[in-house]
Protein backbone atom coordinates (compact mmCIF):
# COMPACT_ATOMS: atom_id res chain seq x y z
CA UNK A 1 0.00 0.00 0.00
CA UNK A 2 1.25 3.13 -1.17
CA UNK A 3 1.56 5.67 1.64
CA UNK A 4 2.55 8.89 0.19
CA UNK A 5 6.43 9.77 -0.83
CA UNK A 6 8.95 8.76 1.72
CA UNK A 7 10.28 11.51 4.07
CA UNK A 8 13.74 11.02 3.90
CA UNK A 9 14.25 11.62 -0.02
CA UNK A 10 15.68 14.50 -0.52
CA UNK A 11 13.65 14.83 -4.49
CA UNK A 12 9.85 14.37 -3.09
CA UNK A 13 9.63 15.13 -7.58
CA UNK A 14 12.49 12.78 -8.90
CA UNK A 15 12.63 14.94 -12.23
CA UNK A 16 12.37 18.47 -11.02
CA UNK A 17 14.94 19.22 -8.41
CA UNK A 18 14.57 22.61 -7.33
CA UNK A 19 12.27 21.43 -4.88
CA UNK A 20 13.61 19.31 -1.18
CA UNK A 21 12.27 17.75 1.60
CA UNK A 22 14.01 20.04 3.65
CA UNK A 23 14.75 17.91 6.36
CA UNK A 24 16.96 16.25 4.66
CA UNK A 25 19.43 19.00 3.26
CA UNK A 26 20.11 20.86 6.97
CA UNK A 27 23.45 20.88 7.62
CA UNK A 28 23.33 23.45 10.18
CA UNK A 29 23.26 22.26 13.90
CA UNK A 30 20.64 24.85 14.96
CA UNK A 31 18.24 24.61 12.22
CA UNK A 32 15.51 21.88 13.09
CA UNK A 33 12.79 21.01 10.39
CA UNK A 34 10.05 18.29 10.34
CA UNK A 35 9.04 16.18 8.24
CA UNK A 36 7.22 16.56 5.10
CA UNK A 37 8.21 20.40 4.91
CA UNK A 38 9.06 21.35 1.34
CA UNK A 39 11.44 24.15 0.03
CA UNK A 40 11.20 25.32 -3.48
CA UNK A 41 14.29 27.37 -5.12
CA UNK A 42 14.11 28.71 -8.17
CA UNK A 43 16.92 28.62 -8.82
CA UNK A 44 18.59 26.41 -6.45
CA UNK A 45 17.31 24.56 -3.45
CA UNK A 46 21.23 25.00 -1.83
CA UNK A 47 20.45 28.24 -1.13
CA UNK A 48 17.93 27.68 1.99
CA UNK A 49 20.74 27.63 4.66
CA UNK A 50 21.92 31.38 2.78
CA UNK A 51 19.09 32.70 3.36
CA UNK A 52 18.74 31.81 7.10
CA UNK A 53 21.06 35.32 7.86
CA UNK A 54 23.27 35.97 10.84
CA UNK A 55 22.76 32.52 12.32
CA UNK A 56 26.23 32.37 14.21
CA UNK A 57 26.42 29.45 16.31
CA UNK A 58 28.18 31.16 19.38
CA UNK A 59 24.86 32.77 19.93
CA UNK A 60 22.58 29.69 19.90
CA UNK A 61 19.51 30.79 18.73
CA UNK A 62 17.64 28.08 16.84
CA UNK A 63 15.19 28.03 13.93
CA UNK A 64 12.41 25.03 14.58
CA UNK A 65 10.35 24.56 11.55
CA UNK A 66 7.17 21.85 11.93
CA UNK A 67 5.81 19.48 10.02
CA UNK A 68 3.90 19.63 6.23
CA UNK A 69 5.17 23.22 5.72
CA UNK A 70 5.98 24.59 2.08
CA UNK A 71 8.44 27.29 2.15
CA UNK A 72 8.44 28.90 -1.22
CA UNK A 73 11.40 30.51 -3.25
CA UNK A 74 13.82 33.63 -1.55
CA UNK A 75 11.89 32.96 1.69
CA UNK A 76 14.34 34.65 4.23
CA UNK A 77 15.45 34.24 8.01
CA UNK A 78 16.84 37.10 10.00
CA UNK A 79 18.72 35.24 12.83
CA UNK A 80 19.65 37.33 16.63
CA UNK A 81 23.25 37.83 14.73
CA UNK A 82 21.51 40.44 12.94
CA UNK A 83 20.71 42.60 15.85
CA UNK A 84 22.64 45.86 17.14
CA UNK A 85 22.21 47.92 20.52
CA UNK A 86 19.72 50.87 20.36
CA UNK A 87 20.59 52.42 24.07
CA UNK A 88 23.92 53.91 23.19
CA UNK A 89 24.53 56.68 21.11
CA UNK A 90 25.89 54.71 18.59
CA UNK A 91 24.40 51.37 17.10
CA UNK A 92 28.21 50.93 15.77
CA UNK A 93 30.00 47.58 17.10
CA UNK A 94 33.19 49.14 17.49
CA UNK A 95 34.44 45.95 19.49
CA UNK A 96 34.49 43.28 16.66
CA UNK A 97 37.10 45.37 15.27
CA UNK A 98 39.60 44.74 17.87
CA UNK A 99 42.60 47.07 18.21
CA UNK A 100 41.90 48.59 21.18
CA UNK A 101 38.45 48.79 20.58
CA UNK A 102 37.79 45.91 22.44
CA UNK A 103 37.68 47.26 25.76
CA UNK A 104 34.74 48.95 25.22
CA UNK A 105 32.80 45.86 26.31
CA UNK A 106 34.84 45.38 29.66
CA UNK A 107 32.67 44.80 32.73
CA UNK A 108 29.24 44.79 30.52
CA UNK A 109 27.27 41.80 29.88
CA UNK A 110 27.29 41.67 25.99
CA UNK A 111 24.14 39.86 26.20
CA UNK A 112 22.55 42.61 27.14
CA UNK A 113 23.92 44.36 24.80
CA UNK A 114 22.87 42.71 21.66
CA UNK A 115 19.45 41.80 22.80
CA UNK A 116 18.41 38.31 21.49
CA UNK A 117 14.73 37.28 21.16
CA UNK A 118 15.31 33.71 21.64
CA UNK A 119 14.46 30.93 18.69
CA UNK A 120 12.41 31.57 15.56
CA UNK A 121 9.54 28.62 15.46
CA UNK A 122 7.32 28.01 12.59
CA UNK A 123 4.44 25.79 13.49
CA UNK A 124 3.18 22.51 11.16
CA UNK A 125 1.49 22.90 7.94
CA UNK A 126 2.16 26.79 7.57
CA UNK A 127 2.55 28.14 4.06
CA UNK A 128 5.41 31.15 4.24
CA UNK A 129 5.12 32.40 0.92
CA UNK A 130 7.14 34.26 -2.14
CA UNK A 131 10.18 36.48 -0.43
CA UNK A 132 8.54 36.66 2.85
CA UNK A 133 10.71 37.40 5.50
CA UNK A 134 10.63 36.44 9.04
CA UNK A 135 12.48 37.98 11.65
CA UNK A 136 14.62 37.19 14.78
CA UNK A 137 12.34 35.44 17.89
CA UNK A 138 8.87 35.32 15.71
CA UNK A 139 6.22 32.30 16.37
CA UNK A 140 4.44 31.56 13.69
CA UNK A 141 1.25 29.38 14.54
CA UNK A 142 0.16 26.35 12.62
CA UNK A 143 -1.94 26.25 9.90
CA UNK A 144 -1.21 30.25 9.31
CA UNK A 145 -0.28 31.61 5.88
CA UNK A 146 2.09 34.27 5.44
CA UNK A 147 1.89 36.70 1.76
CA UNK A 148 4.36 36.96 -0.53
CA UNK A 149 7.16 39.34 0.42
CA UNK A 150 5.67 39.91 3.82
CA UNK A 151 7.69 41.10 6.69
CA UNK A 152 7.02 39.22 9.74
CA UNK A 153 8.08 41.45 12.88
CA UNK A 154 5.39 39.76 15.52
CA UNK A 155 3.91 36.37 15.75
CA UNK A 156 1.41 34.85 14.03
CA UNK A 157 -1.45 33.56 15.68
CA UNK A 158 -2.53 29.37 14.66
CA UNK A 159 -4.82 29.39 11.54
CA UNK A 160 -4.34 33.30 10.83
CA UNK A 161 -3.58 35.13 7.62
CA UNK A 162 -0.53 37.70 7.38
CA UNK A 163 0.57 40.01 4.66
CA UNK A 164 2.58 43.08 4.47
CA UNK A 165 5.14 45.50 5.81
CA UNK A 166 5.47 44.83 8.96
CA UNK A 167 3.00 42.04 8.11
CA UNK A 168 -0.32 42.25 9.81
CA UNK A 169 -3.19 40.00 9.96
CA UNK A 170 -5.63 39.62 7.39
CA UNK A 171 -7.90 37.74 8.54
CA UNK A 172 -8.63 34.14 10.33
CA UNK A 173 -8.88 31.35 8.47
CA UNK A 174 -11.45 29.84 10.49
CA UNK A 175 -13.34 31.45 13.70
CA UNK A 176 -11.69 30.38 17.10
CA UNK A 177 -13.62 27.49 18.06
CA UNK A 178 -12.77 25.70 14.43
CA UNK A 179 -9.32 26.47 15.64
CA UNK A 180 -9.03 24.59 18.61
CA UNK A 181 -10.76 21.51 16.86
CA UNK A 182 -8.03 21.35 14.31
CA UNK A 183 -5.68 22.11 16.75
CA UNK A 184 -6.95 19.24 19.24
CA UNK A 185 -6.80 17.15 15.90
CA UNK A 186 -3.11 18.09 15.04
CA UNK A 187 -2.93 15.53 11.66
CA UNK A 188 0.17 16.60 10.92
CA UNK A 189 1.20 14.07 13.76
CA UNK A 190 -0.42 11.51 12.28
CA UNK A 191 1.12 8.06 10.88
CA UNK A 192 2.11 8.32 6.98
CA UNK A 193 -0.88 5.57 6.77
CA UNK A 194 -3.11 7.50 8.76
CA UNK A 195 -2.71 10.57 6.87
CA UNK A 196 -2.91 8.51 3.29
CA UNK A 197 -5.86 6.62 4.76
CA UNK A 198 -7.38 10.07 5.72
CA UNK A 199 -6.22 12.02 2.80
CA UNK A 200 -9.05 13.67 1.42
CA UNK A 201 -10.81 14.55 4.67
CA UNK A 202 -7.66 16.13 5.37
CA UNK A 203 -8.04 18.28 1.98
CA UNK A 204 -11.54 18.71 2.63
CA UNK A 205 -13.34 21.49 4.89
CA UNK A 206 -15.37 18.34 7.15
CA UNK A 207 -14.01 19.13 10.37
CA UNK A 208 -16.48 17.16 12.04
CA UNK A 209 -15.74 13.94 9.67
CA UNK A 210 -11.89 14.62 10.19
CA UNK A 211 -12.47 14.74 14.37
CA UNK A 212 -14.57 11.60 14.28
CA UNK A 213 -11.35 9.75 12.12
CA UNK A 214 -9.18 10.86 14.57
CA UNK A 215 -10.78 9.47 17.78
Not at 136 to 164: C, L, M, N, Q
Request: glycine share 10%; proline share 6%; hydrophobic share 40%.
Amino acid sequence: MLNGPHPGVLYPLPLYRKMVFLKNLITHPNIEVGDYTYYDDFDDPQNFERNVRYHFEFIGDKLIIGRFCAIASGVEFIMNGANHELTPISTFPFAIFGNGWEHINEGINIGNKYPNKGNTVIGNDVWLGYGATIMPGVHIGSGAVIGAKAVVTRDVPDYAIAGGNPARIVRKRFDDDTIERLLRIAWWNWSAETITRHLKLINSGDIEALEKAAI
